[in-house]
């Protein structure tokens, strides 16, 4: 009985080892195994065996990409300015037998690494490119962790810098230095606006000036052009009323040719057309010599006719007498 409970023992005891022996590496994780105290191998994921009591397992190293976020640090920029600065590092482990040997404490290193590093470069740099150039920062603090981690079989992907704060007397400054630069755009805005607007008004103006005078010369070239037309209208009204008495004077013409009118007609024509020249308010009369003729002859026949009355008169008032 004693023996069936000892052998029983020793299976249980030997299962147990056995099944300490195998061994599941999760995926992205790696297995440093020692031998004896000495590098064996490095287990990736899957199923492993190791030797009992000989091999151990030395460290289970993580293969995903990780992040560790360090405090702030004080650094000086190259005009003396003191600021606390904290940054993250993104980094992922390439050699875990690197990694396990090759540095004792790999999180502190690297963040003693990232201060040392950052202290040189902002110290090569004044505030104001600092606070602007945090790409360049980063890039440059990336490349030198890079190079100095890849002994221990880390590759660092990535550094950002999480927050810049610089002393409060500076922030003061830069507060009041930014509200100065902000009236100033205000004011420019501002000036700018009632530039334009000065010249838009101006502008306005000319415009109207300009249509008002043009409208000017619109209306003066429309009156000339209506005095012109009016000239034209009454100067072509008397000529033909001068075309028409002239007509009317041929067709009388014609007609007193065509009526056969003797010397004594026309000579009545002449006296009328005398007449009506004389009707006038000119002082001064020339009176053709073919005129004066005629008017002598009306003038002897006028005294004649009236001598013979008178004539008559007088043997009238004698043969009256006698017959008294």
Not at 189 to 213: F, H, M, P, T, Y
Request: glycine share 6%; net charge neutral.
């Amino acid at each position: 009985m004693v023996s069936m409970i000892f052998i029983f023992l020793v299976i249980i005891i030997m299962l147990m080892i056995v099944t300490s022996c195998i061994k599941i590496v999760p995926q992205e994780h790696a297995y440093v195994v020692e031998r004896l105290g000495t590098y064996q191998d490095t287990w990736p994921a899957g199923l492993h065996f190791k030797t009992p009591f000989i091999d151990r397992i030395s460290r289970r190293v993580n293969l995903k990409e990780q992040v560790v976020d360090f405090p702030p640090q004080p650094v000086i920029t190259k005009d003396n300015v003191t600021m606390q600065i904290d940054s993250i590092v993104f980094f992922r482990i390439t050699d875990a037998k690197l990694y396990t040997y090759g540095v004792e404490n790999p999180i502190m290193a690297i963040e003693n690494l990232t201060a040392t590093t950052l202290r040189n470069i902002i110290g090569d740099m004044e505030l104001d490119e600092t606070l602007t150039s945090r790409e360049t920062i980063n890039t440059r603090m990336r490349a030198s962790l890079d190079v100095a981690t890849d002994p221990w079989g880390i590759k660092v992907t990535r550094v950002e810098l999480k927050n810049i704060t610089p002393p409060t007397a500076i922030r003061e400054a830069m507060e009041k230095q930014m509200k100065a630069e902000r009236e100033r755009r205000e004011s420019i805005l501002k000036a700018e606006g009632e530039k334009k607007s000065a010249v838009l008004v101006a502008e306005g103006r000319k415009e109207s000036l300009i249509l008002q005078a043009e409208a000017d010369k619109q209306a003066t070239i429309l009156a000339a052009e209506a005095q012109k037309e009016r000239m034209l209208k009454e100067a072509e009204g008397r000529a033909e009323a001068i075309r028409k008495v002239q007509e009317a004077n041929a067709d009388g013409i014609r007609m007193i040719r065509e009526a056969g009118a003797d010397e004594a007609v026309l000579t009545l024509k002449s006296l009328e057309a005398f007449a009506q020249a004389a009707d006038g308010k000119a002082t001064k009369i020339i009176i053709p010599s073919e005129i004066q003729g005629i008017a002598g002859l009306a003038a002897s026949l006028k005294g004649i006719t009236e001598n013979s009355g008178a004539g008559a008169g007088n043997t009238t008032a004698k043969t009256e007498g006698q017959k008294a």
